[in-house]
């Protein structure tokens, strides 16, 4: 069965410091979501894309959070500077279709928890 | 704005015995409806989702949600459960044709042998 992909699992960082988290979603998947989830708390969207365009970022932190999908397949997740409050899960999903498909199921990677020191 | 109310962060009940998992929601159109489940640093897996049509939904690993709105609430039962059902629980909601999910903020269910 096709899985969503993500690498690092794990990351310890430094305040300050460059990370950056990769996903690769099922293949065919035209709608790749970048989610930041803080422990105890549900999933909030950062970023989604359709193809390779960015079709809602208005919750991604642009100061110091940058998203591409350069080729409209993987795609990176970047934070510089990274700041204590920073340390979460961050997930990666991905659905078949776009915009407009409502009710659509997200399918999840393994996440990748990130401790900012 | 469509928002997700999840009642209980902690719910325990034994082996064997019912599991009801509270969810009420707010969307000013028709929503889609969903329940994800999270096992400790894994992602996020689809239980079941109300889209249209009956508003009993049936999910995998036995678990089922019915869709009422007339009280605005989408709860998650299972009949008997299981050790293995101990995990986190998220009830989510789409707005009509948009794609975006708002998560509540998650129910921990423990069972207890």
């Known amino acids: 069965e096709a899985e969503v992909a993500q690498s690092p699992r794990y990351k310890i960082t430094e305040k300050s410091q460059a990370v950056a988290f990769w996903c690769d979603p099922i293949?065919?998947?035209?709608?790749l979501y970048w989610y930041r989830q803080i422990l105890g708390q549900g999933p909030e969207l950062l970023v989604q894309f359709q193809d390779e365009s960015v079709v809602d970022d208005s919750q991604l932190p642009k100061d110091r959070f940058s998203a591409e999908r350069l080729k409209g397949v993987d795609s990176t997740l970047k934070i510089q500077p990274a700041e204590l409050g920073d340390s979460a899960m961050y997930l990666c999903a991905s659905s078949l279709g776009g915009p407009g498909q409502g009710g659509e199921t997200q399918y999840f990677g393994p996440g990748t928890r990130l401790l900012v020191l | 704005a469509q928002s997700v109310t999840q009642l209980g962060s902690h719910v325990s009940v034994s082996e064997g015995a019912l599991v009801l998992l509270r969810c009420n929601y707010s969307s000013s159109v028709p929503p889609y409806l969903f329940w994800y489940v999270q096992y400790p640093n894994q992602g996020l897996q689809l239980l079941l989702k109300?889209?249209?049509?009956?508003?009993l939904v049936k999910g995998i690993n036995g678990f089922e949600a019915e869709f009422k709105k007339s009280e605005t609430s989408f709860h998650l039962t299972k009949p008997s459960a299981h050790m293995s059902d101990a995990a986190e629980y998220f009830c989510?909601?789409?707005?009509?044709?948009?794609?975006?999910?708002?998560f509540g903020s998650g129910t921990r269910l423990s069972i207890r042998p």
């Open positions: 293949s065919g998947h035209a709608t």
């Open positions: 989510a909601v789409t707005k009509g044709s948009a794609s975006k999910i708002i």
């Open positions: 109300y889209t249209t049509g009956a508003t």
